[in-house]
């Protein structure tokens, strides 16, 4: 069974296109693969007083991970990491807190 090519020149832009494309992705996976920086997850054990806002306002000027990022993302951030469904915090509780070593 032969494939009849009425247009060349349109067959080639394709190819052509699907190529660069796909280098194109494969440059931008590299880059995320090869970070020097990595996530990992320190452990916070929850005192008095402490609450979700407060423990993220700290985390937004000492934690890299959170540079520049909104205190409610990271309040956001923290309740989806540890599984909260809502933002009450007990005295003693461990929650875990995204960082970059």
């Known amino acids: 069974m032969k494939i009849l090519i009425l247009d060349k020149k349109k067959v080639i ?12 992705l494969g440059i931008l996976g590299i880059t995320k693969a090869y970070s020097k920086e990595t996530l990992e997850y320190k452990e916070e ?6 609450t979700l806002w ?12 959170y540079e520049k990022e909104d205190i409610r993302n ?3 951030d923290i309740k989806k990491v540890n ?7 007990e005295v003693g509780q461990k929650i875990l807190i995204p960082t970059i070593y």
Do not use: Q
């Open 83 to 89: 599984h909260l469904e809502n933002s009450n915090l």
């Open 54 to 65: 407060s423990i993220a306002e700290k985390e937004a000027k000492e934690n890299k991970y």
């Open 45 to 50: 054990y929850i005192y008095s007083g402490d």
């Open 74 to 76: 990271i309040v956001f």
């Open 13 to 24: 832009k394709i190819i052509i296109f699907i190529l660069v494309s796909c280098i194109f």
